[in-house]
C-alpha cells in the first residue's frame, strides 16, 4: 500500500481538498490553503459587478503551482445549467476538472442525484473530468463510475453542517464498492471526523467549513492535513479487530500470589 | 446601443464582445462570456458582433467549497 492519491491520471500529495467559501479574507484563505498541504482547491463562479472587474482570489489560491483548480458549479439547479456552468468555468479557468453540484434546494443543499447522474454522463462525453458531489448513495455511486466520474464525492452529512459522518455506515459500503476515488465531501466539521473517514478507507476529504470558520483558520487546516495523514497511515497500517469481550494487553499472571 | 450584461442595462459604443471586454476593462484571465445561455470562447470574441437588447453574461472566480 502506501499508494499516492491519483485521479484521472494526475498524482497528489495530498489526500486533502480545501474549499475556498467563508473565509474572513483572502489573505487567510491563502494561508490556510498553504497550511493544510493540499493540492485541490475548490473555487465557484459569479457575475462580476460592473464597477468592479479587480480580482485577485486566483492568484490568492494558485500560489502554490502545484494546485488544481477545481470549478464547482454551485448554484445551478439541474443539468442543463450544470453543462452551462461547466463549460463557463472551463473557459474562464482554463481546466477540464470540475466539481459538479447539483443542489435545488437551498436549505439542505441536498444534490439531485437524477440530475447529478444526467449532468455526468454529458460532461464526460464533453471531455471534462467530472467530481460529482452527491448522496451516500452506493448504488448511484456505482451509476456515476459506469458514467465516467472520475471520483465520487458523497456527502458525510449536509454542507457546512460540521455534523460528521453521519452517512457513516453507507460511506464505508461505497468505499468498499468503488473502483474509483471516494471523496467524503460536505459536513465534515472537526479534524476527528476527517480521520475516520480515513481510516475507513476513504481515499480523500474535501473541507471548508470547518477550517473556514474556526477561531483559527490556519491552525485548524494544519490539523486537518495531520488528521488525513494519520487517518490514511492508520488504514494502511491495519486496524485491529473491533470485539465485545476484554482482551488483556498485560500479561494476566497473578504476580502477587504467585 | 442599449444592450444587457448580468441583468443590467448597459449602453455601448462597442459593436463586437471584443471591443465590450475591452470597454469594460475584462482581465486577460479568469472570466467567461455567454450570450444568453451559450459560452463564447474568447478566440470568437473579435467575430462576435453585438445587437440591441443582447443578453450577456460576464463571469469571474468566487471563493466556493
Known amino acids: 500500500m502506501n499508494n499516492k492519491l491519483i485521479i484521472a491520471g494526475r498524482e497528489f ?15 487567510l484563505m491563502a494561508r490556510a490553503i498553504e497550511a493544510s498541504g493540499t493540492e485541490m482547491v475548490t473555487v465557484a463562479m459569479k457575475r462580476i459587478e460592473l464597477d468592479d472587474a479587480t480580482d485577485d482570489l486566483l492568484t490568492h489560491i494558485t500560489k502554490n503551482p502545484a494546485i488544481q ?6 448554484g445551478v439547479r439541474n443539468a442543463e445549467e450544470a453543462v452551462f456552468a461547466a463549460q463557463m468555468a472551463r473557459e474562464a479557468f482554463g481546466t477540464n476538472w470540475l466539481k459538479l453540484e447539483i443542489h435545488p434546494d437551498p436549505r439542505y443543499l441536498l444534490p439531485d442525484s437524477v440530475e447529478t447522474l444526467k449532468a455526468t454522463e454529458e460532461l464526460v462525453k464533453l471531455g471534462f473530468i467530472v467530481l460529482p458531489y452527491c448522496q451516500a448513495d452506493p448504488t448511484l455511486c456505482k451509476h456515476l463510475e459506469e458514467a465516467g466520474a472520475a471520483t465520487v464525492m458523497p456527502l458525510a452529512a449536509p454542507i457546512g453542517t460540521n455534523k460528521g459522518l453521519r452517512m ?16 467524503v465531501d460536505a459536513g465534515i466539521g472537526a479534524p476527528s471526523h476527517a480521520a475516520e473517514a480515513m481510516e475507513m478507507g476513504a481515499d480523500c ?34 486496524l485491529g479487530a473491533v470485539g465485545n469481550t476484554a482482551e488483556a494487553s498485560s500479561p494476566l499472571t497473578a504476580f502477587l500470589n504467585s | 446601443m442599449q444592450i444587457n450584461v448580468n441583468n443590467k442595462p448597459l449602453t455601448t459604443n462597442a459593436t463586437s464582445l471584443a471591443q465590450l471586454a475591452a470597454e469594460l476593462a475584462l ?8 450570450i444568453g445561455n451559450k459560452m463564447v470562447p474568447r478566440s470568437l470574441w473579435d467575430e462576435t458582433a453585438l ?7 460576464i463571469i469571474k472566480a468566487a471563493c466556493g467549497g
Open chain 1, 13 to 27: 500529495n495530498s489526500r486533502l481538498f480545501l474549499g475556498t467559501g467563508k473565509f474572513s479574507n483572502n489573505d
Open chain 1, 69 to 74: 483548480l477545481l470549478p464547482n458549479t454551485s
Open chain 1, 168 to 183: 457513516k455506515d453507507f460511506l464505508q459500503i461505497i468505499i468498499e464498492q468503488a473502483t474509483v476515488p471516494v471523496v
Open chain 1, 205 to 238: 476529504c474535501l473541507v471548508n467549513t470547518a477550517i473556514a470558520v474556526a477561531g483559527d483558520p490556519v491552525r485548524m487546516a494544519d490539523a486537518f492535513r495531520q488528521a488525513v495523514i494519520a487517518g490514511r497511515m492508520a488504514y494502511e497500517a491495519g
Open chain 2, 27 to 34: 482581465p486577460e484571465k479568469g472570466v467567461a462570456v455567454a
Open chain 2, 51 to 57: 445587437s440591441e437588447d443582447m443578453h450577456i453574461t
